[in-house]
C-alpha cells in the first residue's frame, strides 16, 4: 500500500518570503501522480499542483513550484513570494493511475503554513 | 456553477443517531467519492463510486453506507453515529477515464457525534 509522509506539522514564514514543504511517500509503482492541495480557513480543497512521475521535468504554476525527486521519492512544494492568502493547511497526496479513470488519491496528514506580515 | 453540494454543513447527534449526508455535483462527472478528514490523519477515503450503478469500500467504511442514487448524487449514511465518527466529511468527484482530471470538492460537513 502507498504511504505520504508530511514531517512538518506547522511551518511559518514572513511575507514575500520563500517557503518549502516537505512530503516523501512510499510506492513500488513506477507510474503515478502526485498533487499539492491547499485547505484554507474556508475549508475548501483547492488544487495546487500536479506532477505526473514520468515527467522528469519539476511541475510549476505561477509562484508554486515542485522539486520532484523521484528516486528519492520526494515530492517537495516551494512557494515564492508568499502572501498572507497563501495561509492554510497544504496536503500532500499520491495517485496510482487506474484504467478505468478512477481517481484514488493518498493523502499525507498536512502542514500548516501560516504567512505573517 | 455551483460544482460539488454537500448538505448539511454542520450537524450535531447523540450517539446512536442517524442520518445521511448528502452530495451532488453539476458537472456530469462518473467517479464520487466520500473523505474523512480528522486532525493529525489527513484525509482518508470512506467509500467511492466509480460510475453510476457501483459503489465500493475505501480504507475506513465501517460504520457507513452509501447510495449513488443517480449519477448526479452520492449519499453518506451513518446508521448509529458513534463518537469516533465525529469529523469533517467531504463529498468529491472527477472525470472517469480522463485520469489527468483534478478532484473537485465540496466545502465540507463538520459532524459532531456526543
Known amino acids: 500500500a502507498q504511504t505520504v509522509t508530511q514531517s512538518q506539522p506547522e511551518m511559518s514564514v514572513q511575507e514575500a518570503e520563500t517557503v518549502t514543504l516537505s512530503c516523501t511517500y512510499d510506492?513500488?509503482?513506477?507510474?503515478?501522480?502526485l498533487f499539492w492541495y491547499k485547505q484554507p480557513p474556508s475549508r475548501q480543497m483547492i488544487l495546487v499542483i500536479r506532477q505526473e512521475a514520468y515527467k522528469q521535468q519539476n511541475a510549476t504554476e505561477n509562484r508554486f513550484s515542485v522539486n520532484f525527486q523521484k528516486a528519492a521519492k520526494s515530492f517537495s512544494l516551494k512557494i515564492s513570494d508568499s502572501q498572507l492568502g497563501d495561509t492554510a493547511m497544504y496536503f500532500c497526496?499520491?495517485?496510482?493511475?487506474?484504467?478505468?479513470?478512477?481517481?484514488?488519491?493518498?493523502f499525507g496528514t498536512g502542514t500548516r503554513l501560516l504567512v505573517s506580515p | 456553477n455551483a460544482g460539488v453540494t454537500q448538505t448539511p454543513k454542520f450537524q450535531v447527534l447523540k450517539t446512536g443517531q442517524s442520518m445521511t449526508l448528502q452530495c451532488a455535483q453539476d458537472?456530469?462527472?462518473?467517479?464520487m467519492y466520500w473523505y474523512r478528514q480528522d486532525p493529525g490523519m489527513g484525509l482518508r477515503l470512506i467509500y467511492y463510486s466509480a460510475s453510476e450503478g457501483t459503489t465500493d469500500k475505501g480504507e475506513v467504511p465501517n460504520g457507513y453506507n452509501v447510495s449513488r442514487l443517480n449519477k448526479r448524487e452520492f449519499s453518506l449514511r451513518l446508521e448509529s453515529a458513534a463518537p469516533s465518527q465525529t469529523s469533517v466529511y467531504f463529498c468529491?468527484?472527477?472525470?472517469?477515464?480522463?485520469?489527468?482530471?483534478?478532484?473537485?470538492f465540496g466545502s465540507g460537513t463538520q459532524l459532531s457525534v456526543l
Open positions: 468529491a468527484s472527477s472525470e472517469a477515464g480522463t485520469i489527468r482530471e483534478k478532484l473537485f
Open positions: 510506492t513500488s509503482e513506477s507510474n503515478y501522480y
Open positions: 497526496a499520491f495517485m496510482k493511475p487506474l484504467n478505468t479513470g478512477f481517481q484514488k488519491l493518498v
Open positions: 458537472m456530469n462527472h462518473n467517479s
